[in-house]
RNA sequence: GGGCGGAUAGCUCAGCUGGGAGAGCAUCGGCCUUACAAGCCGGGGGUCGCAGGUUCAAGCCCUGUUCCGCCCACCA
């Protein structure tokens, strides 16, 4: 039954085996006929493109760590799984491979292209899905969903035909964010606004009646060759005699109205401003109102067109310094101030975003958000943390039309067909032959947003829109773990289009983590180079150390920056957890299935009732989302109370007479403390945990599968509790003393020990030896107060003495000095404690068990105090 | 321009509804005690950013302030 197990903890080993047996056994699995309470979680699908980073570490380890519970607690789970095609970000890197080898997806046709595409994710789709794999992700992988799948196409176009037919879906000519490297539109979500250094230029434009001129004040001036108008405020004095007259726009022929318009600040630049509705969104709307004609001078690469005049063909930044010089050649540059300001760049490709008008199909959700913020609002949908709450209704109730065509070709292709013939245009389910007319039909070319297909991820991926037993049983999910970077761009469009569809929450919780940032606080980023890679982590220190680094740091509400000095602590925490499983092994010959009450020693019942509020305290951290704490206290009891404490103590026991009761109880309750430990910890580390598991004797099945440990009332014990307490005192006592006056366990002591009363002489007595061996002294010898010993240490301790007798071992200035210290330090104590006391308004107002609490204090310090003076006056005496 | 978060030991951070300042690492001292030197035992170290206020009582609540960080935003 004895097992030796290696002196050190080797991860490389045991991980992949584990997980083989894992996925082999079928215990990832789900099943929707189960009479079990369901507990479901989607996974945030990762880009296909995607290679796994640390955000992904933490985001999936917190899942496991929440779906392993569960399991573990009798829940039917399903962590359904599955990969998002990732639009624009897969179409750029198979563009990427296209260049390599000197060609463009133009060249190649749309087909190629997309079966280019899925050639790619065949080949290297799955690499971030070995790599979830790897950090022991426990999902149903039977059940993996891809974005572009059939199935879930479907519910694509059913949501998108249906959004249409309610009127949610419309097409228009408006202004969009367009990036001109990836020739597609952007949502407003998809632009980053970054600061760049930029000047204002201040622009004269005559007017045409030779009265003067109006001078504008622009960042862009190569715009100018797209102004319709001039804008002033219409209650600005200085400009009023100006309105509905006319200038001349400088390096063209174009002659523009000047109008009044609310949105123009008088205070801002010289309070006159130039309109270019094809190209700022701001004059788009003034356009609108103004019923100005539109005038494109970019086109959209980003190059000036043909109605740029001398200019067409140049490069939006080239004709920027044209354009400026030219102005000021002719003498219509005024002056030119430098100018910080924000402006768009694509959160793809960081290119500076180019407003444009065009023609784009856009999602009417602001019917969508009004239930999206209700069902957060009346709690149904809770946000964990609530300080995220804020910033989503913020953005909920200021939600504009969300523009969803893309001019990519990797995607959903929009079911939209145009007839040439009649002008007529179908949305439908199924791909129409022919017009009513008769004319030929022509298919939309652009795809859909990426964020559209994952909006529908959590009930997509459960087979909607048929009524499958997976949606029935496990649809709303349970809860969804992600990062706030995407909370407006996924969580906010999944309740959206969860409740529009399925007129219900998707899911109950949503639990928002931190970012981990390195450790110099910075985001982490290729650029930076500050990048630690998780894979090479979890070779350096294994993959527990790394979930339980991640599970430790996860203080809600704060990053995570990641520290390898953390990491190779917790790595010594995984070995010491380890060489404790070892140590049991060792130790288990004859051990009972069951042991009397009565067998067990107050160690034993000491460290069970330890054990129970452990488990309470994990369940509770757990359920309220506080993994950090989870983490701490299970490290805190493992390490600091089962294996310095318990394990020593019990050692006496353990080594005892075979057939012994002691030992017996003993070699039971190593055992089952060593269980029940591993099953709270499993959850954050499976893998050692399941790799002993294997190899205790009794130990059935998976421990993944184990029931995870209720706390028992019948285990809280707090009478051993407080009698441990003073056994500890005392040993921290004698060890202090040890500490103090450097004397290696080898030098032998003996101890004499007075106590306040019969029961504690007898409590003493009966643990003598475990003072012994854990304290190193030869004798201890407990009674009621008498003659104190000569040239003796001493201490106080839980309402005991204790006493060294240290002839000729101590300097006994040294010894004076220890206890005016320690005098000092309760003394100081004891005043703070008589100061509240002395307080009438304390007495009076403060609860009745506050001011029990602080006189009990009171009582010990001042016994404590009391005693440390008469011993260091006899000490004083002695020199 | 609006909003949010942080500032606690040398470092990284806990401290939940106000009631005796904690952990890990680092540091200092002692130990190869037959599970573990990736270990064991002990020690030192904090006016809880600053200034006010509420309270019997403030790291925690309120007001102001400084310094970091983040998010949102169509002032050219």
């Not at 080949?123 to 979830?132: M, T, V």
Request: hydrophobic content about 40%; some cysteine; aromatic content about 10%.
């Amino acid at each position: 039954m004895t097992m030796e197990l290696p002196k050190g903890y080797e991860p490389e080993d045991v991980e992949q085996r584990i997980y083989k047996l894992w996925e082999e056994s079928g215990s990832f699995k789900a099943d929707p006929a189960s009479d079990a309470p369901p507990y479901a979680i989607v996974i945030p699908p990762p880009n296909v493109t995607g290679a796994l980073h640390m955000g992904h570490a933490l985001n999936n380890t917190i899942q496991d760590i929440l779906i392993r519970y569960k399991r573990m607690d009798g829940f039917n789970t399903l962590w359904q799984p599955g990969t998002d095609h990732a639009g624009i970000a897969t179409q750029n890197v198979v563009e990427r491979q296209l260049a390599q080898e000197n060609t463009d997806r133009h060249r190649i046709g749309r087909e190629k292209f997309i079966e280019r595409v899925w050639e790619w994710r065949k080949e290297y789709g799955g690499k971030i899905i070995n790599q979830l794999k790897r950090l022991g992700c426990s999902c149903d992988w039977g059940r993996e969903r891809f974005t572009m799948d059939q199935g879930l196409s479907k519910a694509v176009r059913e949501v998108f035909v249906s959004l249409y037919e309610q009127g949610l879906v419309y097409r228009d000519d408006y202004i969009t964010n367009w990036c001109p490297r990836c020739h597609t539109a952007l949502a407003d979500l998809e632009v980053e606004h970054r600061d760049v250094a930029g000047a204002l230029h201040y622009v004269r434009y005559p007017l045409t009646d030779g009265s003067g001129s109006l001078t504008v004040a622009t960042t862009r001036p190569e715009t100018m060759l797209g102004d319709t108008a001039v804008a002033v405020n219409p209650e600005d004095e200085r400009f009023k005699k100006f309105i509905g007259k006319e200038v001349r726009l400088p390096l063209t022929d174009r002659i523009l109205p000047i109008i009044a318009d609310e949105h123009v600040d008088p205070s801002f630049g010289t309070g006159a401003l130039k309109i270019t509705p094809a190209h700022d969104p701001n004059d788009f709307e003034i356009g609108l109102r103004h019923k100005l004609p539109s005038v494109k001078a970019f086109d959209q690469s980003g190059r000036m067109n043909e109605n740029a005049g001398a200019y067409q063909g140049l490069d939006r930044f080239e004709a920027r310094k044209r354009v400026i010089a030219d102005l000021e050649a002719q003498g219509f540059l005024e002056k030119v101030e430098p100018y910080s300001h924000a402006v768009g760049h694509c959160y793809r490709c960081s290119t500076m975003i180019e407003p444009l008008q065009s023609l784009q199909w856009f999602v009417d959700v602001k019917p969508l958000a009004q239930k999206a913020i209700q069902a957060v609002r009346t709690g149904k949908t809770r946000i964990i943390p609530p300080t995220w709450e804020k910033v989503y209704y913020e953005w909920m109730e200021n939600i504009r039309p969300w523009c969803v065509s893309r001019q990519i070709w990797w995607g959903h292709r929009i079911p939209a067909w145009y007839c040439d013939s009649c002008g007529k245009v179908i949305v439908s389910r199924e791909d129409p032959e022919k017009c009513d007319c008769g004319g030929e039909l022509r298919q939309e070319t652009d795809v859909l947003d990426t964020w559209f297909s994952s909006g529908l991820w959590p009930f997509s991926t459960l087979g909607w829109p048929e009524e499958t037993d997976f949606l029935k049983t496990f649809y709303p999910t349970s809860c969804l773990v992600t990062g706030f970077d995407i909370l407006f761009f996924w969580v906010a469009r999944m309740m959206m289009l969860g409740l529009w569809f399925r007129d219900e929450i998707p899911f109950s919780d949503v639990y928002i983590h931190a970012l981990v940032r390195a450790e110099d606080g910075r985001k982490m980023s290729k650029s930076l180079g500050n990048v630690i890679d998780p894979l090479e982590v979890m070779d350096q220190y294994g993959t527990d150390a790394f979930r339980f680094t991640l599970a430790a740091f996860a203080a809600q509400g704060r990053d995570v920056k990641l520290s390898m000095k953390r990491i190779e602590g917790y790595r010594n925490f995984i070995n010491k957890i380890w060489n404790s499983a070892r140590f049991v092994l060792m130790n288990l010959e004859g051990v009972p299935e069951e042991v009397p009450e009565e067998y067990l020693s107050l160690a034993d019942k000491w460290i069970l009732s330890r054990l129970n509020s452990t488990a309470a305290q994990a369940r509770e951290t757990l359920d309220g989302y506080n993994f950090d704490r989870t983490a701490s206290a299970l490290y805190q009891f493992m390490w600091h109370e089962f294996c310095d404490w318990y394990i020593e103590l019990a050692k006496p026991a353990l080594y005892g007479k075979k057939g012994d009761k002691a030992q017996a109880a003993a070699r039971w309750t190593v055992l089952t403390a060593l269980k029940d430990s591993l099953k709270l910890l499993h959850p954050i580390i499976p893998f050692v945990t399941e790799e002993i598991w294997s190899r205790l004797p009794g130990a059935e099945g998976q421990i993944m599968m184990a029931d995870y440990p209720k706390p028992d009332p019948v285990r809280e014990d707090r009478e051993s509790e407080q009698a441990m307490d003073l056994i500890q005192s005392v040993i921290v006592g004698i060890r202090n003393i040890r500490g103090e006056f450097n004397l290696p366990p080898t030098k032998p002591v003996k101890t004499i020990i007075f106590c306040p009363d019969r029961p504690t002489v007898g409590l003493l007595e009966a643990n003598q030896s475990a003072i012994q061996d854990l304290a190193w002294v030869e004798e201890v010898k407990a009674s009621l107060p008498g003659d104190k010993p000569k040239s003796a240490a001493a201490a106080v301790a839980g309402g005991v003495e204790i006493f060294i007798p240290l002839a000729g071992l101590i300097d006994l200035d040294q010894e004076a000095a220890r206890l005016a210290k320690e005098l000092d330090k309760v003394s100081g104590e004891l005043a703070k404690v008589e100061k509240k006391l002395g307080n009438a308004g304390f007495l009076g107002k403060a609860p009745e068990d506050v001011v029990a609490k602080v006189k009990g204090q009171r009582q010990e310090l001042s016994l404590k105090k009391e005693k440390l003076e008469s011993n260091l006056t006899r000490v004083r005496e002695m020199v």
